[in-house]
């Protein structure tokens, strides 16, 4: 029996070699669909991991306050959008002042500017260097790590001291043949001593998070004096339980600076960062469903080809069939010598499918710059859709060519 099949395949594999521009057409035809399958797949992942591992760095245990939500609702028909005020720095001190949750740190942070010049001797930037304010928390609650030196402490911040700390790109750009710590750089003319070097973060959407320097805040608004400058709260619960409790009463405390009274809505927003990944998570399941559609439209044109072409090969192979039913080739012999051609066809095509498929996903996320993974569940869907066509596609023309009568096929022509 097993010598059998292995005969059955080897003729198989020869006539797939005897028409070689035939298989490469209907490999070609079949690795599309795959491709389309696997690269956007691949591409749709790596865009979710980018997004998530960026909010999930500032940990389940942390929410924001913040100007508005981040499911701000579209205006429509005469309804105006309401228009929340910043949150200013009165607003953010008298927070901080006010709310005592236990187990709580509360982060205060600005955006100074995305296009500072930082200068350090003979040397300077091009002006794309973000500088922003914080505090003593903003590090810890952001899923920030100093990979070198210290982080900014309290005294820093209470006395305003003239220190900073860097992000590796400005470290590589400025102070890469150097201990960049105790060294002195400038801002605009704003002399500040590095005490830290924050671990690479890398960029998202053209987002250089590691081309940054972060300052005291005090010291910041020293030289950033915008009068609109809109201020972030960051909120840390050390234990996962008290979180909905510290949650609330942050809303409490906040609507009291902001002077609501008990029927007024907010007019700020409050978000979990693990609410923005549920919420990441359900987009992205929108670009995997038309991913799949894309994929299954173009494979099932691969698989009506591949039985063409299969119906077309039982045709031309007539007498051949013929012969070796003469010969004594059982109907079920002649059946799987043309699935098992048909098995073999659809099966490099599925492999040259998630090759071109990978490369086109690892493409995206390179120029984009995405954290690309090997994606596993493509490529097993892949194989498995690969091998359903080729079973689907190859039955027919297999049941045809077992059928043909062999006086019949020997009088073919």
């Excluded at 955006?111 to 200068?119: I, L, M, N, R, W």
């Excluded at 991913?291 to 039982?314: C, D, H, Q, R, Y």
């Excluded at 996903?361 to 498995?384: D, E, Y």
Aim: aromatic share 10%; net charge positive; charged share 20%.
């Amino acid at each position: 029996m097993f010598s059998l099949v292995k005969e059955n395949i080897k003729i198989a594999t020869g006539s797939i070699k005897s028409q070689l521009l035939r298989t490469i057409l209907t490999v070609f035809i079949i690795a599309i669909g795959i491709t389309a399958l696997v690269g956007i797949l691949s591409a749709v992942s790596a865009l979710e991991n980018t997004i998530a591992g960026d909010f999930s760095s500032m940990g389940a245990n942390t929410f924001n306050l913040q100007r508005y939500e981040f499911n701000t609702q579209r205006q429509s028909g005469r309804e105006r959008q309401k228009i929340n005020p910043i949150i200013s720095y009165r607003d953010v001190k008298e927070f901080e002042d006010n709310y005592n949750f236990p187990f709580t740190k509360t982060s205060i942070s600005f955006f100074g500017t995305s296009q500072a010049e930082v200068k350090y001797e003979n040397e300077k930037t091009d002006p794309e260097v973000s500088v922003l304010g914080i505090n003593e928390h903003f590090i810890q609650n952001s899923g920030l790590e100093v990979s070198e030196g210290r982080e900014l402490n309290y005294f820093d911040v209470a006395n305003s001291n003239s220190v900073c700390i860097i992000g590796s790109d400005l470290k590589k750009a400025l102070l890469s043949d150097v201990n960049p710590i105790g060294k002195t750089i400038s801002i605009r003319g704003a002399k500040f001593k590095v005490v830290g070097v924050l671990k690479s973060k890398g960029a998202t959407f053209g987002n250089n998070q590691d081309l940054r320097v972060l300052l005291p805040i005090q010291k910041a608004r020293t030289i950033f004096t915008n009068a609109n400058i809109n201020y972030a709260l960051s909120i840390k619960v050390d234990k996962k339980d008290m979180l909905e409790g510290a949650q609330d009463d942050a809303i409490m405390t906040f609507r009291n600076v902001r002077g609501l009274n008990p029927i007024e809505e907010n007019n700020f927003g409050i978000e979990r960062s693990d609410d923005l990944i549920n919420r990441i998570g359900s987009i992205t399941q929108y670009l995997y469903i038309a991913a799949w559609i894309i994929s299954i439209i173009t494979i099932f044109g691969s698989s009506i080809a591949l039985m063409n072409i299969m119906l077309v090969s039982v045709t031309e192979r007539t007498r051949e069939i013929g012969v070796r039913k003469a010969l004594g080739a059982k109907r079920k012999t002649i059946a799987f010598q043309f699935f098992m051609e048909t098995l073999i066809i659809g099966q490099i095509g599925g492999l040259v499918g998630i090759g071109l498929g990978i490369l086109v996903g690892w493409g995206v996320s390179a120029i984009a710059k995405f954290q690309f993974t090997t994606p596993w569940l493509a490529m097993f869907s892949a194989f498995a859709i690969c091998f359903l066509v080729a079973i689907i596609s190859g039955l027919f023309p297999a049941i045809k060519a077992a059928k043909l009568d062999p006086i019949e096929s020997l009088r073919y022509e």
